[in-house]
């Protein structure tokens, strides 16, 4: 790394990352249909709905949330179902990592990437420091980011490290980290395909105005089977907050990067 970086870039990992439109999406069906005892399964769409209002970043707790929502189609209240929100964790991990605690081994093993190594190695050749605030347990955004891509102790706020997006606590600490020793830079992009991931550029704009924060849009894999899905998605995080919306991480090029951050 330069000792100057000429801008700052965060990224998200679902969707961004890997494609988990066959894992935490798969995953989040498979726990609803489950505890609403086969009666509903929710469609991507479904999912996309309820992750549009920006606050259902953890999908256990949007799993938890849809299962509550189909009960009220039938009449039942939320305190009348008494939900064992670990029971649901359990469950969802259960699909996710696989029955075994000590290996991964479930729906997490075929993940396909969006992003590879040498992308990331162009962003260090241009002066662009990178690092990740996700949502994920530490421990599955580690085993796409060092044993898939082959990153070694990348910056990385996970799950554990800080409150659930919109939340801008992890992303603030993920660029603490990344200028550690660093003549400071001016701008951070954060790289996220939810509204939620919009809605944090926001919250880290009102609460550290010494950077200009930029949010760019992703759309992950799923909504990009129709155009109109795609166009709807676009549309939908450009209200949020992005500055544009991308069909990969990789469009985001060091060229481009400069373009919104120029060195003043």
Avoid at 191 to 197: E, I, L, R, W
Wanted: aromatic residues 10%.
């Amino acid at each position: 790394m330069t000792e100057q970086i000429r801008a700052i870039a965060v990224f998200d990992i679902d969707g961004v990352i890997r494609d988990v439109s066959g894992s935490y999406r798969r995953a989040i069906a498979d726990t609803v249909e489950y505890f609403t005892t086969q009666a509903y399964r929710p469609t991507p769409l479904d999912i996309d709905q309820l992750k549009s209002e920006g606050v259902w970043n953890n999908d256990w707790e949007a799993s938890q949330e849809l299962i509550y929502r189909y009960f009220a189609t039938q009449g039942q209240t939320r305190e009348q179902l008494q939900l064992d929100y670990n029971q649901i964790v359990a469950f969802f991990q259960s699909r996710y990592r696989g029955p075994e605690p000590d290996r991964m081994t479930g729906y997490i093993c075929h993940e396909p990437l969006l992003l590879q190594l040498d992308y990331l190695e162009q962003l260090t050749q241009a002066g662009i420091a990178w690092g990740f605030f996700s949502g994920a347990t530490r421990a599955s955004a580690n085993y796409v980011l060092e044993k898939r891509i082959g990153l070694q102790s990348p910056v990385l706020i996970a799950m554990e490290d800080a409150p659930g997006k919109p939340d801008p606590t992890g992303l603030l600490a993920t660029v603490d980290l990344l200028e550690n020793g660093l003549e400071k830079t001016s701008t951070v992009l954060y790289v996220g395909d939810t509204v939620a991931d919009m809605y944090t550029v926001e919250k880290a704009r009102q609460l550290d105005p010494a950077h200009t924060w930029i949010g760019i849009g992703v759309l992950p894999p799923h909504v990009q089977e129709t155009a109109a899905r795609a166009e709807a998605y676009s549309q939908t995080l450009i209200a949020a907050g992005a500055a544009l919306v991308l069909n990969n991480v990789q469009q985001l090029t060091p060229n481009q990067i400069q373009q919104l951050a120029p060195i003043t």
